[in-house]
């Protein structure tokens, strides 16, 4: 078979990978902008729940006038009192009522009501922000005009606020005398470090969980497609192939024979064995009608490569015999005089061959080499198989099975692990086997000493799965 330059399974895995990623960043980008917007909604609820309590305990024409005179009257003192608690209840930033200024020194604050701590008392904070006192080094002139512009519009206003303690998230609202005129705002600020937080751990782990599932989902896919369409296409490919090599230069079309591979995912890969049979089929009776039409008869060298082949496969398991053995192992030691070689050998055992055969009838016995021959056809593609003993393979590997040979040999015994343990499968199908691999030296003088370490290979496996012949 020739080398596949873009394998179905690396397309659709580079495939699945990138359609995770651009799943992920769309819905990532998505699942920001809802939290980004369910989050901030969240947190002006709050803030307007928290402003609407503090404003139900204000008499608001009392704190106007305290505004008016300076003078800080019992409610004031009370109220102050009130909203330190609410401050170092809930834990917010700053909650304060100023009323924004211009005047000779600029754009500034007047303060009405800052609610503090017992700490930020104890710093002296209090001696700075008491009635009436001005500040204007808080807020940037734009700021309080954005303060001044709210005051006029009379409503509660959200707004991201930068000050010298940092970005807040602030909720503005106007207070209105009794006669419905807007005196002062109460501001309660929020860090916006605490909303971005929680905004990005919420789409970290969604994004997160995308990335698991999307994973899952490949794999599974993956999975699937390689039962329903990669690995049917292989054997379809195998079968189309070995038809190809059969039919070149063949004059009998009676020898046109090709083997359909067990196929069966009830597809459109099913489908299409079937028709690549049927096609054959319908090759060689026509084939046929061209030479009973034209009187041709089989030519000898025909028949002689058909026994040939007939000579070299094993009728059973349809792997090559140990006649083909042995004309490989004279070229491999041709390659070895020469220099050339480069090979190494898979020796390997059936085990409880004998136990299938005496408890369930040589036909089991017969399926259970079929099964361990077609497995070894499979785990080395590019490589041939013989069959040298009743339970005994050995398979020549050369190419790209050669570079490969530690991993398929890994491969094969994973395999036929999964299949020993595998309780649901008739006795005759839980494949057991030894493997041993052996790789040509050049300080080897023929294919004898090779095959000789990899049947002690073997035999070292075989002891250690506690199994004889």
């Excluded at 947190?43 to 609407?52: A, R």
């Excluded at 790209?400 to 999964?418: G, H, K, S, T, V």
Aim: aromatic share 10%; with cysteine.
């Amino acid at each position: 078979m020739e080398d596949i330059k873009h394998p179905l399974n690396r397309s659709i895995a580079f495939g699945g990978v990138c359609f995770i990623l651009l799943f992920a960043l769309v819905l990532g980008v998505a699942t920001f902008v809802n939290f980004h917007m369910a989050l901030y909604g969240q947190f002006e609820q709050q803030l307007t729940d928290i402003l609407g309590y503090v404003d139900a305990h204000i008499d608001h024409d009392d704190l106007e006038a305290c505004v008016r005179t300076g003078e800080e009257s019992d409610k004031y003192r009370a109220l102050k009192a009130f909203e330190d608690d609410v401050y170092t209840t809930h834990n917010m930033h700053f909650l304060y009522t100023i009323i924004p200024i211009h005047d000779e020194q600029g754009w500034g604050v007047q303060n009405v009501l800052t609610a503090l701590n017992p700490e930020e008392y104890a710093a002296g904070e209090g001696e700075l922000f008491y009635l009436n006192s001005l500040h204007y080094d808080i807020y940037t002139p734009e700021q309080i005009q954005k303060f001044q512009r709210i005051m006029d519009a009379g409503v509660l206003t959200f707004s991201e606020t930068p000050s010298e303690y940092g970005l807040d998230y602030t909720a503005i609202m106007p207070l209105k005398n009794s006669r419905g005129e807007v005196f002062a705002l109460m501001c309660l600020d929020k860090p916006v470090e605490q909303i971005r937080d929680v905004l990005m751990r919420d789409t970290i782990i969604h994004l997160l969980l995308v990335a698991v599932l999307g994973l899952v989902v490949t794999v599974i896919f993956m999975f699937w497609i390689r039962s329903n369409v990669t690995k049917p296409i292989l054997l379809l490919e195998k079968s189309v192939v070995e038809f190809a090599n059969v039919s070149h230069d063949q004059s009998d079309p009676s020898k046109l024979v090709y083997e359909e591979p067990p196929i069966d995912t009830d597809n459109e890969v099913e489908m299409l064995s079937h028709a690549v049979t049927k096609m054959a089929s319908d090759l060689r009776d026509y084939a046929q009608n061209l030479v009973d039409t034209q009187g041709q008869m089989v030519s000898m060298q025909t028949l002689v490569d058909e026994m040939n082949r007939l000579a070299h496969h094993d009728a059973l398991t349809q792997v090559k015999n140990s006649t083909a053995y042995a004309a490989t192992e004279q070229q491999l030691n041709q390659q070895i005089r020469e220099g050339a070689a480069r090979f190494a050998l898979v020796m390997t055992d059936l085990n409880r061959l004998k136990q299938v055969n005496d408890t369930y009838g040589h036909e089991y016995g017969d399926d259970y080499l079929v099964g361990f021959a077609q497995l070894l056809t499979g785990s080395f593609p590019t490589s041939t198989v013989y069959r040298i003993g009743g339970d005994e393979f050995v398979v020549v590997l050369e190419g790209e099975d050669y570079e490969r040979r530690e991993d398929l040999c890994n491969d094969l015994r994973m395999q036929i692990r999964e299949l020993t343990e595998d309780e649901s499968r008739q006795p005759w199908a839980r494949i057991s086997a030894a493997v041993g691999l052996a790789t040509y030296k050049e300080s080897d003088r023929s294919v004898d000493d090779v095959f000789k370490r990899a049947d002690v290979r073997m035999y070292e496996e075989k002891r250690h799965q506690g199994s004889g012949r």
